[in-house]
């Protein structure tokens, strides 16, 4: 008994690190899926991109935006350019709405009644999208979301949102954009929201 | 990918917190979308409200909808039921409205096209960006050119702002709206010749005798009221008149289908009327008090002799007798209805002086079941772009035919002409309103050409169509369900009902989602970065619609309160206004060197091995506006080939045989369809739905689904009268593809 009392608040720690580290990255990997402007997406931002993927050990997906980013001569127009092809508009066809409803309810619709669950879970958690020019069922607000949430380290929330409203949808989207993201920068973003979103074996 | 550290190790570890660059730091740079709000317990119940003062626009008819909104987002759209119009009842593409609203393929953000011209590629750039870039080329282009420089592409009632704008205010008289130049414009320039007045559609078919329909296939073409009036006059027991080529949906309730030979229509009318005149079969008195010019007209069309148009039209002589003898036998209560898509063979105009000659041959104006416009509410102000002072250079002036009894506008070709020879001047910009010229205008290489020489070309619309992928600023607008601006004004659709007049502005159902922008906000930011900022006319589509509604005394707020339509007392639409006039020869038509009376002039028929191309409305499909429709194409997502079961034997084609199909000119159907093999069409002519086969691969569903009529009208025939074009003398042959 005494031993686990003195465990505890050891624990308590250990976790809060870990929930507030998750935390951040859940809010970069949101900022990641946000449409790239001036205002956050920087040298400083894929500094701090590049030193999550070396501290993960990923040296593939290192060296390809290294490589990309020796090659670009203005990264930002490049990120602009192709965050508009994958997600926004693009010809040829090669979208891949970064929209929950569009993969859950059905028949490719924004604004979907997956939306409506989306918005409904915030709210029974006591968040809200505010001032975005996207539904809520946006991954870059899902995400935000998840920061919130690992944030104030709401484990068991966190991962019933996981489960039930965001893996389901996700893993649809992870499929597309294996065969349409071939840019470094969102193929490694879309991996790096696998990782950390799947539920461990 | 290499054996990673598992996320939680990962996290333990943390090894990033050590990093050179935190990411919180990086993080606190942007504000997050989410932010804390008050909880509501799980499974609270959000109430399903009904909006009021939604208008369709799902095709022009403009129905009048509620919308029913949770939580901010459209679940259903229905028939307002305070409607006297369409009541409850809407159509499917009026249902369908739901999925253009939430279309993922839908324009959301103002975009440049930093690829090429036909083959773009997109960067989402902001509205500030997209309306400078728009307004200092457009006025690099004025600057240089002229306004006359500038061509702009209309359709819909959110175009009619911008394009007043730039033809009052800036100057150029070079616009096309495909409503009339590929469309109705020929039949309200014919009737205005002969009646003085355009007629829309206005015969009064549920109180009707005798309806007659020439090419007007209802059931596969659905405009709810108007729907309504044909059936209702069907269960009041009129008789049906169809004229078609085809075995159409109406050709089906027909009492009399004429299969006429396409082309010939004008001969039928000819010696229908020149029968009822030798006969004494016509509204002599009628003609006496409100004609003018009939005797030469009756001198002038009496070598119609009902076997010189029955071997012209390849129809029998007792069927073309028997339409005749029936519509005299009921005149004046009958419907001779003006159409509305008119543009077929370039000889329209004298089809549709014919239809309005007929209707005044048998006296069928303002009585029962004959042509009544309806009485609506009178008094909304105006509120339009102020005409500058610049004197426009017409291109007509400089043509060898000037169209003089041109739609308002610029003819389609003398535009597109100009642009491609740079003669009598150049046009180098471009602005593109919710129109899609590629599948509007025929012969799609010269529109092609048109835009590639162009300085600039800026598009609005609300989804990709084929015409965005030309664009170099794309700006994405608010749908009919997002914004105000058209005023829905009628009566009740029956005139046999209480008398009743009807006002229903458009009002959103839902707020706009993204960026997208209602065409008056649009507008306004473009003349303000122009130099045209002070003769902006309105501030808002708020302000606009109400200053409109002012002049009836009412108000958005007003009408909202009346469950979004205000109904007033109405008139008897019956009966005729002493000015009233037929003009059966007409002088300014001579006196301009066109025939002065209905005229025949024969078109070109299918060469050896070909059949004339015909096109039509799918019951489910507004043209080329639904193709990416997710439940509209579940219902109908292809063209299938209407083809004679006596052809199809004889060329070896069977039912569900795959063909693209080949023209006159060699060029063949980027796309294929299966055959329809079918006693219900002649054997010199094929058949498909409009609107089809889109180019542009960004609709991920419409995308080269069915076959593009209009890549297979290559041949031009343009209306001599009015410049519009005429879009069924192409023929085609089918290829079998498997
Ligand atoms: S007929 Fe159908 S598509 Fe046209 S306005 Fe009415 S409901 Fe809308």
Known sequence: MHSTESQAPKLETELSTEASLLSEIYGFLALAMRYPDSSFLDGQFLDAYEALLQSLEWKEEYADMQKWRSQTGDFLNDLQIEYTQLFINASPGTTIPPYASVYMDGDRSIQGKTTEKIKDFYRSCGYEVTSSTEPPDHIQHELEFLAALAGENRREEETLFLHSLFRPWFIRFLKHSIQEARHPFYRVSIQLIDFFTKEEQ | ?738
């Open chain 2, 1 to 738: 990918m290499a054996i990673h550290l598992s996320r939680r190790n990962f996290l333990k570890t943390a090894s990033i917190a050590a990093a050179s660059v935190p990411l919180s730091k990086v993080v606190a740079k942007a504000e997050t979308g989410v932010a804390k709000a008050p909880l509501v317990p799980p499974g609270s119940f959000k109430d399903t409200d009904t909006v009021v003062g939604g208008v369709c626009e799902m095709c022009f008819w403009r129905c009048q909808l509620v919308g029913k909104v949770r939580d901010g987002r459209l679940v259903k759209i229905e028939g307002n039921p305070k409607s006297i119009d369409n009541g409850a009842s809407i159509c499917a593409r009026g249902n369908a409205g739901v999925k253009l609203l939430y279309d993922p393929d839908r324009l959301k953000y103002p975009m440049k096209n930093v690829g090429k011209r036909g083959a773009p590629k997109w960067q989402r750039i902001t509205w500030d960006e997209a309306l400078d870039t728009c307004a200092t080329k457009l006025k690099n282009v004025i600057d240089e050119h002229g306004p006359e420089s500038l061509a702009i592409f209309p359709h819909g009632a959110s175009a009619s702002y911008p394009f007043h704008f730039f033809e009052h205010t800036v100057g150029t008289p070079n616009v096309s709206e495909a409503s009339f130049f590929q469309c109705r414009g020929i039949r309200d320039m014919a009737y205005m010749a002969t009646i003085e007045q355009p007629p829309g559609e206005n015969v009064d078919m549920p109180n009707t005798k005798v309806i007659f329909l020439l090419g007007g296939h209802f059931g596969e073409n659905v405009h709810v009221s108007h729907l309504k009036r044909y059936l209702k006059g069907l269960e009041n027991g009129a008789k049906l008149v169809v004229v078609d080529p085809r075995f159409s949906a109406s050709a089906a309730k027909a009492d009399i289908w004429v299969p006429i030979r396409p082309g010939t229509d004008t001969a039928m009318l000819l010696a229908i009327m020149n029968y009822l005149i030798q006969n004494d079969k016509y509204a002599a008195d009628f003609v006496d008090e409100y004609g003018e010019g009939f005797e030469e007209f009756a001198e002038g069309i009496k070598e119609w002799t009902l076997e010189k148009a029955a071997a012209e039209c390849d129809i029998p002589v007792a069927q073309i007798k028997e339409v005749a003898d029936l519509l005299a036998a009921n005149m004046p209560n009958v419907a001779i209805h003006p159409g509305r898509h008119v543009s077929w063979y370039g000889n329209d105009f004298q089809r549709q002086r014919a239809l309005a000659c007929l209707t005044g041959v048998l006296g069928a104006f303002g009585v029962k079941g004959a042509f009544v416009p309806p009485k609506g509410p009178k008094g909304l102000k105006k509120v339009s772009w102020p005409h500058g002072d610049h004197d426009p250079d017409l291109l007509s002036d400089y043509a060898d035919n000037s169209h003089d009894f041109s739609p308002p506008g610029t003819p389609t070709d003398l535009i597109r002409d100009a642009a491609i020879t740079g003669k009598p001047y150049p046009i180098k910009g471009c602005v593109i309103w919710g129109q899609n010229p590629i599948q509007t205008i025929p012969n799609q290489e010269k529109t092609i050409k048109m835009l590639e020489q162009m300085d600039f070309v800026m598009c609005t619309d609300v989804m990709p169509t084929d015409i965005t992928m030309y664009a170099d600023i794309l700006l994405p607008e608010c749908s009919y369900l997002e914004r105000y601006d058209y005023i829905k004004t009628g009566t009740q659709w029956n005139f046999a009902d209480e008398h009743q007049q009807y006002i229903a502005p458009r009002m959103p159902l839902v707020d706009p989602e993204f960026e997208r922008k209602d065409g008056i906000w649009i507008t306004n930011e473009l003349a303000k970065r122009m130099g045209y900022g002070e003769f902006i006319p309105t501030k808002d589509q708020v302000e606009m619609v109400n200053t409109r509604l002012a002049g009836v005394g009412l108000s958005i707020d007003k009408i909202r309160a009346e469950d979004g339509i205000h109904i007033q007392p109405g008139k008897d639409p019956y009966g005729i206004s002493e000015d009233m006039t037929v003009i059966f020869y007409n002088e300014d038509l001579e006196d301009a060197g066109y025939p002065p009376i209905p005229t025949y002039i024969p078109v070109e028929r299918a060469p050896q091995g070909y059949m004339r191309l015909l096109y039509g409305r799918s019951p489910v499909h507004t043209f080329n506006r639904t193709q990416n429709n997710a439940w509209l194409m579940a219902a109908m997502d292809s063209t299938p080939v209407w083809l004679n079961d006596k052809v199809a034997s004889k060329l070896g084609f069977k039912e569900g045989d795959t063909v693209s199909l080949e023209n006159q000119d060699g060029v063949k159907s980027r796309t294929t369809a299966t055959v329809k093999v079918t006693p219900g069409i002649r054997e010199d002519a094929v058949y498909i739905y409009h609107g089809f086969g889109s180019i542009n691969p960004e609709l991920t569903i419409g995308h080269n689904k069915g076959i593009d009529d209009t890549s297979l009208i290559t041949k031009l025939a343009v209306d001599p009268e009015t410049g519009c074009h005429g879009m069924r003398n192409n023929f085609v042959k089918l290829v079998k593809v498997s």
